[in-house]
């Protein structure tokens, strides 16, 4: 058994024992070892993909990863280009079905607009995503052990849990590199996902969707995937690189990023084509939440020139009774106790849970019933306080 104090090591599992993996050495090697390992469920997973309803059609999901989203990870992020050649040789896939992971959340995005000029379904019925998600950030003062805690839940369909398409990865860099260790929750074949590094800063997602989203067309930038922004986040150096990221204008989607820090300093931006918004309304002053709609007060302000696309109830939904339970006594929260809360009675759907406690680097996942605890190896050199980042 495993506890926050006595955490697993990946190390340390015997094999089969939890879908786990340490990817070491360069960039090939590491995407390589992950394509060999998770070969069977990558695969599984790229056919989950392939056709699924909330993307466009296959025809120009591919169309679009060649013309537009290799050149924009070649360009942007050369590292996860590499990762993705050798997951590619390791697994057997090929990378046109890699990028199309990689870059789902980006499709998903834009299928009700390519609906709107040649609809083959009908009418548009809106973006959905594949996967909801509703996150929750716990300050020191709103836990028993004083510790800032990062949760997320993930709602999407059985075949995730079924398949074992739920993988855990702690990568490791070379020296060379100067980058944290990162410990990762993710689909088997995806580069990025919730994660914590080895210096205290964990990062969660959550797909928006907003009226300036747009479909991307070659020639007219090169485009990166806000799919893969948690990735990039965690290898950042500094809070200034993130702002830089950000505001470079080279995506055509919109996305929520929450970072936290080891210190408990936390950040949670609503990041769109043309703008980024920063969340600072906290409920109840210890905890701050979000889901797959937007809930900055910035972006209320914007309305006139600004729209959320998210359809139907949902998200908002979920997120009120999110608020009612954290309302209730106890005031103070255990790890197992947030995991409790963050399970939607009313949301069957709910595949997995993860919580980031970013002072002790301790990862909680939560996949059916069991609450199983893992430990990074490396704690790394630096504190949360490098980000920059304060309340």
């Known amino acids: 058994m495993s506890s926050p104090e006595h955490p697993f090591r990946i190390s340390q599992l015997p094999p ?14 590491r995407g390589r070892t992950y394509g060999r390992v998770f070969a069977d469920q990558i695969s599984r997973n790229v056919a989950r993909h392939e056709g699924h309803p909330s993307l466009p059609p296959l025809e ?19 590292r996860g280009w590499r990762e993705l050649e050798g997951m590619s040789h390791g697994s057997g896939m090929s990378m046109h079905s890699l990028i199309l992971l990689n870059v789902r959340d980006d499709l998903v995005a834009i299928r009700d607009i390519l609906e709107a ?9 809106g973006p959905k995503p594949i996967s909801e998600t509703t996150s929750a950030f716990f300050s020191r003062r709103a836990t ?52 914590m590094n080895s210096d205290g800063v964990a990062v969660t997602a959550n797909s928006l969707f907003s009226s300036e989203d747009y479909i991307p067309v070659y020639g007219t930038n090169v485009f990166f995937p806000v799919t893969c922004l948690e990735r990039c986040f ?17 995506f055509h989607a919109s996305r929520n990023v929450h970072l936290v820090t080891d210190t408990g300093s936390s950040i949670s931006l609503e990041i769109s084509p043309q703008r980024v918004f920063r969340q600072v309304d906290v409920y109840t002053g210890e905890s701050m939440l979000h ?17 959320d696309r998210y359809q139907g109830r949902a998200s908002s939904e ?9 309302g209730q006594p106890p005031r103070q929260w255990l790890l197992e106790q947030i995991a409790i809360v963050l399970l ?19 990862i909680s996942v939560r996949r059916g019933a069991a609450l199983v605890h893992f430990g990074m190896e490396d704690r790394g050199m630096r504190s949360g306080p490098s980000l920059g980042i304060r309340n």
Not at 117 to 125: I, M, R, T, V, W
Not at 234 to 250: V, W, Y
Request: aromatic share 10%; glycine share 8%.
């Open 144 to 195: 028993v052990d004083g510790v800032p805690v990062l949760a997320q839940a993930r709602y999407s369909e059985r075949q995730v849990l079924d398949e074992d398409l739920l993988v855990y990865l702690e990568i490791r860099y070379p020296p060379a590199q100067r980058i944290p260790s990162i410990f990762m929750v993710t689909d088997a074949g995806m580069l990025s996902g919730s994660g």
């Open 16 to 29: 089969g024992h939890h879908p786990a993996l340490i990817l070491e050495g360069d960039d090939y090697m």
């Open 318 to 326: 979920r997120l009120g009774r999110l608020k009612n339970r954290i």
């Open 344 to 362: 939607d009675e009313e949301d069957y759907s709910t595949v997995a849970l993860v919580m980031f406690d970013t002072t002790r680097r301790v």
């Open 60 to 78: 120009i999901c591919y169309a679009l990863v060649e013309m537009v989203y290799q050149h924009g990870l070649r360009r942007h992020w050369p």
């Open 117 to 125: 000029y040649a609809p083959p379904y009908g009418a548009p019925s």
């Open 291 to 307: 889901a797959n709609h937007y809930q900055s007060f910035e972006a209320f302000c914007a309305r006139r020139a600004f729209r």
């Open 234 to 250: 965690l290898e950042c150096s500094s809070f200034e690189a993130i702002r830089m990221m950000c505001g470079r204008g080279d």
